[in-house]
């Protein structure tokens, strides 16, 4: 059984990383600042 868990842990891992990847090329730049600045007004 612990060979099974690891071995899904390492197929998940690899799942995750391919995601991270493939997101990371589809995203739109952050280039811009905010145009507000944080912060609570009364």
């Given at each position: 059984m612990?060979?099974?868990v690891t071995?899904?842990?390492c197929?998940?891992?690899d799942?995750?990383?391919a995601?991270?990847?493939n997101f990371a090329?589809?995203?739109l730049p952050?280039?811009?600042k905010p145009t507000r600045t944080?912060?609570?007004t009364h």
């Open positions: 612990n060979k099974n071995e899904l842990f197929f998940v891992d799942f995750c990383k995601i991270n990847k090329e589809k995203l952050n280039s811009k944080p912060g609570i």
